[in-house]
């Protein structure tokens, strides 16, 4: 198993993977339609969706944290 200290990267990782699977299987389907080679298509632009997508992850998810912050509201207890 992997060391925890790297969670943060690996939640990345995965996050980057599935989302810019998603999105580029969208986009494409609504930029090209279904064609025969779509799957090629999808791969191609996965990959480069996956490699600008996972560094951005982890350079604004420190910015995506403190926004987080700002709105959710902290547990006071009134007694």
């Given at each position: 198993?992997?060391?925890?200290?790297?969670?943060?990267?690996?939640?990345?990782?995965?996050?980057?993977?599935?989302?810019?699977?998603?999105?580029?299987?969208?986009?494409?389907?609504?930029?090209?339609?279904?064609?025969?080679?779509?799957?090629?298509?999808?791969?191609?632009?996965?990959?480069?969706?996956?490699?600008?997508?996972?560094?951005?992850?982890i350079?604004?998810?420190?910015?995506?944290?403190?926004?987080?912050?700002?709105?959710?509201?902290?547990?006071?207890?009134?007694?």
């Amino acid at each position: 198993m992997i060391n925890k200290r790297y969670q943060k990267a690996i939640f990345s990782f995965f996050m980057a993977l599935l989302m810019s699977g998603i999105m580029s299987l969208i986009i494409s389907i609504i930029n090209v339609g279904i064609p025969p080679n779509m799957i090629n298509i999808w791969f191609t632009g996965w990959g480069i969706a996956f490699v600008i997508s996972f560094p951005v992850i982890i350079l604004i998810s420190p910015i995506v944290e403190m926004m987080v912050k700002l709105v959710i509201k902290s547990d006071v207890s009134n007694t």
